[in-house]
């Protein structure tokens, strides 16, 4: 028997941390859809963030990207969202959209590049010291296009100098999540393709370092919660981008696309006893033609609802049936907690919280989104990649 109470104690300590770069403009790259009161500054990313966290109450964190969130001051920065109600969370580098990095960042050929990469990195390091910051996001565009074009195996020593450099760097209390992907914007290579490229150097480097799995990263048909069973079982597991993708890395809203996966990965995250501060749970999306804050908080709700079904599987009567072979019953036990419509539950916890049971319809109701319009007029509005 599942205990209600506990259930809900886990998804109200629950906590997901938003992407600044979701509430800015984007698109792909065949064209942008500018939306009206999109924010123009770091700080109005934030106000954004501090908005969802506002009507969801889990999501009391914001990662911020740079250089696109850079500012002169970053502990200003961080004032100012603890002003707005919430804090400064991971710090994303960003070593691919420079254009001496063609051929690579930290696996670059030329050694003049691969130093200006670590120097970016280690500057990121410099900046979570002012935000706050636990987290370090590592993620890697480096690859090839053709074979021969680079010596693959150079290129895993060229990255493991670089990360060992910024392990170095972190203070006690900071870790390097390693994000890999499988490919895209390199065909051929990548240097950081899959989880067992990213775990293999989190291994050498150390306890500091993870692996961060974002869920639109990976070939189609990918068993995505066996990585995360295994890399929770070897205390590798730092981090989720979660998204959801039904082609490539699509960046789409966390559980559209597949809720059943989003379910058997929660699943896991449970089972292994993930669901603690050592697993950050990000969103890595954007809202190309939907508006994004209500993109943000319908993606924060989908997350929960995730977290709930799997806090609802009787994990007695599934060990019971898979201990005694019963096939069918261990799937009928997974698949009862999977049906079970979780929506009162959370409306429920919510009204406990003090908060609105249907967080979408109250935002829509608050008016912030007309205010946002009105007010944020002038200035360039930011887009991904500013
Ligand atoms: C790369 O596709 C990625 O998933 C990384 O996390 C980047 O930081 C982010 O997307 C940029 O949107
Ligand atoms: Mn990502
Ligand atoms: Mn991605």
Not at 59 to 71: E, N, Q
Not at 210 to 224: K, L, M, Q, S, Y
Not at 277 to 293: G, S, T, Y
């Amino acid at each position: 028997m599942t205990d209600i109470g506990a259930v809900k104690e886990t998804l109200r300590a629950q906590r997901i941390e938003t992407p600044s770069w979701a509430y800015g403009n984007s698109g792909t790259r065949f064209k942008v859809f500018a939306q009206q009161g999109v924010p123009r500054t770091p700080q109005e990313k934030i106000d954004d963030a501090a908005t969802v966290h506002r009507y969801t109450g889990v999501a009391p964190t914001v990662a911020l990207h740079i250089p696109w969130d850079r500012v002169d001051d970053y502990a200003a920065l961080a004032d100012h969202a603890r002003n707005a109600g919430i804090t400064l969370g991971a710090i994303n580098s960003n070593v691919f959209q420079d254009d001496d990095y063609m051929l690579g960042s930290v696996t670059n050929p030329d050694p003049a590049v691969r130093k200006k990469a670590l120097n970016h990195l280690l500057e990121c390091v410099d900046i979570m010291d002012a935000t706050g910051s636990r987290d370090l996001k590592l993620w890697f565009s480096d690859g090839t296009n053709y074979p021969g074009q680079d010596d693959v195996r150079e290129r895993q020593d060229r990255l493991a100098e670089a990360l060992s450099a910024v392990y170095d760097r972190l203070g006690d209390d900071q870790r390097l999540l390693l994000e890999y992907k499988l490919f895209e914007p390199a065909f051929y290579t990548t240097d950081v393709p899959d989880w067992g490229t990213a775990y293999a150097h989190c291994l050498r480097l150390g306890p500091k370092a993870v692996v961060c799995v974002d869920t639109g990263h990976h070939a189609p048909g990918t068993n995505i919660e066996f990585i995360v069973a295994v890399l929770l079982r070897e205390g590798k597991l730092g981090a989720f981008d979660f998204n959801s993708r039904f082609y490539a890395d699509d960046d789409l809203m966390v559980g559209a696309a597949d809720p059943f996966q989003l379910f058997r990965i929660m699943h896991e995250v449970v089972r292994g006893g993930g669901l603690g501060p050592q697993v950050a749970f990000m969103l890595d999306q954007c809202h190309n033609i939907e508006p994004k804050i209500p993109g943000q908080i319908r993606s924060v709700m989908n997350v929960q609802e995730a977290t709930a079904k799997a806090l609802l599987v009787d994990a007695d009567a599934l060990r019971a049936a898979q201990r005694s072979g019963d096939v069918l019953g261990a799937n009928a036990v997974l698949m009862d907690a999977y049906n079970t419509d979780v929506r009162p539950l959370l409306a429920e916890l919510r009204e406990e919280m003090g908060l609105d049971p249907d967080p979408m319809a109250a935002y829509r109701r608050s008016g912030y989104a007309e205010r946002i319009v009105a007010e944020r007029v002038g200035g360039t509005a930011a887009g991904w990649g500013a």
